[in-house]
């Protein structure tokens, strides 16, 4: 073949192939390559800042010293703040990660979506969200994350338009939204965690475009404990009052109440003892663990009496 | 929240290049996922230079170098073949542009770059050179080279697809 065929064969080949390759999966902005690079480890050093924040480590080292301390373990919620940059925190659960900006609100297990002022990041899912009639579904803008495939079916059960992009090395499928409400929510799945992201309205898909793996250094998603304690007479009766929630790793004790025998608090990652009060007589302890992201049952507190 | 001129410049860049990167990665790795996750991570890489690279005469050459070096570097990492995709959940691509990416692997990286550049990006020789540091001999050498080499698979292609 002469060399002018093999040039013209390759060019058409070439230009037909980038003819086709410029249909983005996932729209490229600069703004969703922005928030997601606060994602990342790396700084962007700005070198004005850093007398500042050499002076400023050296002020709170000083400080530390002076102020006489209690030891710290993982607070009962996790606080936001940890894991972000330039104006932007990461989350993670279920084992992946999102960032999202500072002026998002944050809600673990919220209740039945369109609650509380967009926009808001929403993690997990309480029990009575359940029984919501689209708790799939964010509040009108914002980020769902939950555990499970709740991409929409038709009626043969049948995920509606599946696509496969990848996020981050993250397999995604992204399904055809069908949903009436609006803004039109945008629907993955990622299969290796087993979680679903919805987001919908002005900057969600930016924030799902920084889904990666979980990290450390992200906020890592509180559990949620509900429990009861009862007095053990001929019949369990439900026992209202305070009840000591201990973190068994660093020994921290919080009071809360149980209101007719039931009672729940959220809580980092690990063991927890908890004992409730008959009275003033402490009942035998109970410990539960706290899994991240998930609502736990803690074993029931069984107060003796006298 | 205003934006500051970094991020509108960058906006603008990334609105002008991005498709145009996009196509180039799809090019050379032959698959949409993997070409979106190497075309965000070298847009990923400017935004981090931006204070540099954005004073560049252009910004673009940068990005594309960055964005070639992963494409290349990911044949060596992934090192599998560019059969069609299992399974239905994956973004499907036409057949020859599987072969033509396979083509394109089969060369050694600046080679493949090269004829990239020239052939599907229309730039001149000397544009070429200037951008991988070569004589511009060498490109051409390069280039009549890997032409023959992919153009011999096209046609091997077309031959098995008529035997079918």
């Known amino acids: 073949m002469s060399a002018t065929t093999d040039e013209e064969l390759v060019r058409s080949a070439l230009h037909d192939m980038l003819r086709e390759g410029e249909l983005p999966l996932v729209p490229l902005s600069g703004g969703g390559i922005r928030i997601r690079s606060r994602g990342r480890t790396w700084p962007r050093i700005d070198p004005k800042l850093v007398a500042t924040v050499a002076a400023a480590i050296v002020l709170v080292a000083v400080l530390f010293a002076a102020i006489p301390h209690r030891g710290s373990g993982h607070p009962p919620v996790a606080a936001p703040g940890l894991g972000g940059r330039h104006g932007s925190t990461a989350y993670s659960a279920y084992g992946v990660q999102l960032s999202v900006p500072k002026t998002w609100s944050v809600r673990y297990f919220p209740g039945c979506p369109n609650t509380g002022p967009p926009p808001v990041l929403s993690i997990g899912q309480s029990e009575v969200a359940y029984s919501c009639p689209s708790f799939r579904s964010p509040t009108s803008v914002g980020v769902s994350v939950n555990q499970g495939n709740l991409l929409p079916r038709d009626s043969s059960g049948k995920v509606q338009g599946s696509r496969t992009i990848r996020v981050h090395g993250l397999r995604v499928e992204v399904a055809t939204s069908t949903s009436p409400q609006s803004p039109t929510p945008i629907e993955w799945y990622v299969p290796s965690k087993n979680v679903s992201i919805t987001g919908a309205g002005t900057g969600a898909l930016q924030v799902m475009e920084t889904l990666t793996s979980a990290r450390p250094g992200a906020v890592v998603t509180p559990g949620h404990v509900k429990g009861y304690q009862y007095l053990e007479t001929l019949q369990q009766l439900p026992v209202s009052g305070p009840v000591t929630v201990t973190d068994v790793r660093t020994g921290m004790s919080s009071t809360i109440y149980a209101i007719g025998g039931e009672y729940t608090f959220s809580g980092g990652p690990g063991g927890y003892a908890v004992q409730g009060h008959d009275g003033n007589a402490p009942c035998p302890p109970v410990t539960v663990t706290v899994v991240s992201g998930e609502n736990v049952t803690a074993p029931p507190i069984m107060c003796q009496g006298f | ?164």
């Open chain 2, 1 to 164: 929240m205003r934006q500051s001129e970094d991020e509108l410049a960058f906006d603008a860049f990334v609105a002008d290049v991005g498709k145009r990167l996009l196509s180039q990665a799809y090019v050379l790795t032959g698959s949409k996922e993997e070409a979106q996750d190497l075309t965000q991570e070298a847009l990923l890489r400017a935004w981090k230079h931006w204070s540099t690279i954005g004073r560049y005469d252009s910004p673009e050459g940068w990005t594309r170098r960055v964005l070639h070096n992963l494409c290349i570097q990911s044949w060596k990492k992934t090192r599998r073949s560019l059969t069609r995709p299992e399974g239905n959940t994956t973004v499907e691509i036409p057949e020859h542009h599987g072969e033509v990416a396979q083509a394109m692997r089969s060369l050694p990286g600046d080679q493949a770059r090269a004829l990239l550049m020239h052939d599907g990006m229309d730039m001149s020789v000397s544009e070429v050179a200037t951008e991988l540091k070569v004589p511009v001999g060498t490109v051409k050498s390069w280039l009549s080279r890997s032409r023959k080499l992919v153009a011999a698979r096209l046609e091997q292609m077309d031959q098995d697809s008529k035997g079918r």
